[in-house]
C-alpha cells in the first residue's frame, strides 16, 4: 500500500493547480496525484481543435508541471474512497492512504432529455481525446452543424466548425438571448451581429424538440415547426458535476449542485477536500447555489484547498465568475451580475457605459473601438457587475473588473483610480473607459444624495 | 467682465478631464476653459508623430469634448490672477470672475545646463504643434539622431526616429540602465535588447559633456571622450511644472515639486485648485515629493479637484505611477515601487516572478510570452510593485496591477483572486501569471511564519 502526504483524485486544471500549491507551500510533504486519462485535454481549448489548432494532440495539458513539482503521478480510475481508513483504491486493486485528499472530480457534459440524442454524430463536448478526435473526424465530414446552446462554449464550437469549408452551421439557443446567463444585451447583441457576419445561422427563443436519423443524425426539429438539416449535433448545453465517488463514499453530495464543501473546501469529511467542477458553489451576491463551473473558478478552489491541506489559511469567496472569448476581431468580457440577475434579487441598480478606442489618439494603427459598460447598487454605489466589448485587452480588462467587484469598490473609488494609459495600448486617459463609465455613476450616485 | 462658476486655466489632459468631471457633478453650473493653444497636442502622442502617425495634426485633442459638455472655450493666455477679487486676466485684458479655479497649467521641459543647448536643431520636447513640425522637419532630414534621456519618452522618441530610414539614432541615459525610475533590470534589460535588434543605439551610464556645432548642431560630446555625429539632438530628461502664475498669484509653489496642494488638490487659496503636471506630488508610500508626471496621474487630479468644486468629496490618493510602452513587439509596464525604490526606504521586501504564455495551449496562432514581476513587503504582505513585460494585454495588466497595490492587497488575497481566462485571450488558469507569481510569494511568506 502506497502511502502520501496529500492525494489529489483528477488531473484536470483544478487538480494540477492544487498539486501545484501544495507544493509550494508544504515543500517537504509527498504529494500524489490520480488521475484516469492518459492525456488530460484543456477544457476551454476544446473548441479550437475544430478550426484553429492543427490537431488535437496540440491541446494537450502537458505533464511537465508535475514532473517539476515533485508530484507522484498514477494514471488509474479511483473506483472507491474508504474514509474511515483515510484511503482509495484503484480498478486495478492499487490502495493508496492519504493525510488529506482533494477531489478534483470534475463534470460531464449534460444531455438533453430529447429523442434522438443517442443517434450517431450528436456530441456531447467529453474532454476525451478519442472522443474528439471522432468529433473531428464526424465536423470535417460534415455539410451541416447543428450546435445546441447559445452559451460560450457552444459560439465558440460554432465559430471554429464554421472555418471548416463548406461548412454550414446553426445555432439554437432556448433563451431570448445568447449569452444570456453571463451578460446582457449589449454583448449579446454584438456578437450575434458578429457571428452572423461570419457566416454562422443563430437562432434565439427556439427549442430543438427531436434529432432524427437512421443510425446516425440526418436533421433536427425545432419547436417552430422548422427542420435542420444536420449531419453533426454538438450539444454545448452546460456540465453536470462529476459527484458518483464521493457520494458513494457517504459524502454530502447534490446531483445538481455538486460536493458540498465549506468556505474552505472541505467536504462534509474533515480529511476530504474538493475543489473545481465537482465541487459546490455559491454566487458571491446571494450565498445562493449558483453554476459557475469555470477553469478560473476551479483553479482558485484548488489553490485554496491545497493552502488549507496542513491546517486552515484561506478562505475561498464565492466565486464572481469572469468570463471572456473572441470571436473574430470582437472580444467581449462579463464579471458579476448581470443587469437581469441583480433585478431578480431584487437589487436596485445604476448602470453606465463608456466606450472609446483602445488606443490614442485613433489615427494609430491597430484601433479598435472599446467599451464598458458598468452595473452599481444604488444603496451602497458598489460595483457588482461589468463588462466589455472591442478589442484583445478586453480579456484583461475584464480581470481588472472582475477585482474591482471583488474587492467591493465604490464608484468613486474607481473613477479616481490612476489608470495607466499608453497611446499604443490604451485609450487616453481623457477617455479611459473604466474611469469614465465609474465617474458617470459617481456624479449621479452622489446628486441624487444632494 | 464674464463670470463663470467653475474656470479651468490649461486645455491639456488635466484641463479636459477637470471639466468633464465638473459637468457631470455639477450640471447646472457654468464652466469656461481658458487656454493659450489654438490646437492642444496629446502629450503622449507626441513621440509617434515621429514614426507612425501621418502628421502633428493626427495627433491633437479634438474640442468635441467641450462642446458636449457645454464648458465654454476662451483660447487666450492669462496673465494673472486675482485671488482677493476672484477673477483672471488675460494678455488681451479680457477678466473672467469665477467662484472656483482650478489651475492646470502643466509643465515645459527640462533643459539640461550644458554647453551647446541653444544650438540649432537641439530641440526640447515642448507640448506647441508648429514646434513639433519644426522638429519633424529636422529629423527627416537628418541622418544622425542623438536623444539625450532613456526614460519613457526619449526611448519612444528614438525608436520611432529609428523607423525613418537611413536614420541613426543614439540614446544616452546618464543612470546605470534606461527606465531606471520606473522599472527593475528584469524590464530595462529586455526594452534594451529590443531597442537595440531593432536599430537603437542606446548607450547608459554616460553623460553628454557638451553639444558642437556652428549655428546648428553636428555633433555631442560623451564623458567617456566619445563624440557622436549628431543633425538633431533631443532632450527627453522630463519637465518641470509650470508654476509662474500660480507663483505671482501668491500661492504657496516650488519650482522643483509645484504648486503646494492638500489631498484634496486645494492650493493655499481656498478658492483654488490645482491638477495635473502643475501640482505638487508625493509617493504613495513615503509621501515624500515624487515627480510622477504622468497623464493619467494628472486626469485622476483633475477629476477629485473638480468633484470637489462644490465641497469636498474626494481625497486624492498619492500617485502609485502606472507606465506603459511598447516597442515592437514588445509591451511592458511598471507600477508602484521598484525592488531599488523599495530598499532605499527601507522595506524588507520580497520578489517574485512568473511567466508564461498568453495564449492557451501555447500552440494558438499570436502566443507571446508574458511575465509579471511582483514587489511585496515582507512585513505586511501588501503589494507595492509590479512589473510586467510581452505581449499587447501588458497595458491592462499593469492598471490591475495598479488596482492591486492602490487597494494595499495582500499576496494571499491577489493569488485567491479568481480571474478570467480564455484560450484566445490570456494564459492558463494554471499558469496564469499573477495569481501564480502571487501564489509563490504567499507561499514563502506563510512558510516563514510557521
Redesign the interface.
Known amino acids: 500500500m502506497k502511502q502520501t502526504d496529500y492525494l489529489i483524485v483528477g488531473g484536470s486544471?483544478a487538480g494540477?493547480?492544487a498539486g501545484?500549491?501544495a507544493r509550494?507551500?508544504y515543500?517537504d510533504s509527498s504529494i500524489t496525484l490520480i488521475r484516469k486519462e492518459e492525456n488530460v485535454v484543456?477544457p476551454?481549448?476544446i473548441p479550437?481543435i475544430f478550426g484553429?489548432?492543427?490537431s488535437p494532440e496540440?491541446?494537450?495539458?502537458p505533464d511537465a508541471?508535475l514532473h517539476n513539482n515533485d508530484i507522484d503521478l498514477i494514471i488509474e480510475k479511483v473506483d472507491e474512497i474508504d474514509k474511515e481508513e483515510k484511503c482509495v483504491a484503484t480498478e486495478s486493486g492499487e490502495v493508496v492512504a492519504y493525510d488529506k485528499l482533494i477531489l478534483a472530480t470534475g463534470s460531464s457534459p449534460l444531455e438533453i432529455p430529447i429523442p434522438g440524442v443517442d443517434l450517431g454524430h450528436v456530441f456531447p463536448v467529453e474532454k476525451d481525446l478519442d472522443h474528439l478526435k471522432k468529433m473531428l473526424e464526424a465536423v470535417n465530414a460534415a455539410q451541416d452543424v447543428v450546435v445546441i446552446g447559445g452559451g460560450f462554449m457552444g459560439l465558440e464550437f460554432a465559430d471554429e466548425c464554421n472555418k471548416q469549408k463548406d461548412t454550414k452551421v446553426t445555432v439554437v439557443e432556448r433563451l431570448p438571448n445568447i449569452l444570456q446567463l453571463a451578460c446582457d444585451e449589449v454583448i449579446s447583441d454584438k456578437v450575434e451581429a458578429k457571428l452572423t457576419e461570419r457566416g454562422v445561422n443563430v437562432l434565439t427563443d427556439t427549442e430543438v424538440k427531436e434529432i432524427n436519423g437512421q443510425g446516425s443524425v440526418d436533421s433536427v426539429a425545432l419547436d417552430s415547426g422548422k427542420v435542420l438539416d444536420a449531419d453533426v449535433v454538438i450539444m454545448g448545453i452546460g456540465v453536470t458535476p462529476s459527484v458518483d465517488l464521493a457520494r458513494s463514499a457517504g459524502l454530502k453530495t447534490s446531483s445538481k449542485h455538486g460536493i458540498w464543501v465549506d468556505d474552505f473546501m472541505r467536504t462534509s469529511d474533515e480529511h476530504i477536500f474538493a475543489a473545481g467542477d465537482c465541487a459546490g458553489k455559491r454566487g458571491y451576491l446571494s450565498g445562493e447555489a449558483r453554476a459557475v463551473r469555470?477553469?478560473?473558478?476551479?483553479?482558485?478552489e484548488a489553490?485554496?484547498a491545497a493552502?488549507n491541506l496542513g491546517g486552515i489559511?484561506?478562505r475561498?469567496?464565492y466565486?464572481?465568475?469572469?468570463?471572456?472569448?473572441?470571436f473574430g476581431d470582437l472580444?467581449v468580457?462579463a464579471?458579476g451580475q448581470t443587469e437581469k440577475d441583480a433585478k431578480s434579487l431584487g437589487i436596485d441598480i445604476l448602470t453606465t457605459e463608456a466606450s472609446a478606442c483602445d488606443r490614442?489618439?485613433g489615427?494609430?494603427?491597430g484601433c479598435t473601438e472599446l467599451g464598458v459598460k458598468l452595473i452599481f447598487a444604488k444603496d451602497t454605489g458598489l460595483i457588482i457587475g461589468g463588462q466589455v466589448y472591442g478589442g484583445?485587452?478586453?480579456?484583461?480588462?475584464?480581470?481588472?473588473i472582475?477585482?474591482?467587484i471583488?474587492?467591493k469598490?465604490r464608484a468613486?473609488e474607481i473613477?479616481?483610480?490612476?489608470?495607466?494609459?499608453?497611446?499604443?495600448?490604451?485609450a487616453?486617459?481623457?477617455a479611459?473607459q473604466l474611469?469614465n463609465a465609474a465617474?458617470?455613476a459617481?456624479?449621479?450616485l452622489?446628486?441624487a444624495r444632494r
Open positions: 486544471a494540477l493547480a501545484m500549491a509550494q507551500y515543500p484543456i476551454c481549448g479550437y484553429t489548432l492543427d496540440q491541446n494537450l495539458i508541471s469555470l477553469a478560473s473558478v476551479a483553479t482558485t489553490r485554496v493552502t489559511r484561506q475561498m469567496e466565486p464572481i465568475g469572469i468570463f471572456s472569448t473572441k472580444a468580457g464579471a490614442h489618439p489615427k494609430l494603427p484583445l485587452s478586453a480579456g484583461e480588462m475584464i480581470n481588472f472582475g477585482a474591482l471583488q474587492h469598490m468613486d473613477f479616481t483610480f490612476q489608470m495607466g494609459t499608453h497611446p499604443l495600448l490604451t487616453s486617459p481623457v479611459y474611469t465617474q458617470k459617481a456624479a449621479e452622489s446628486n
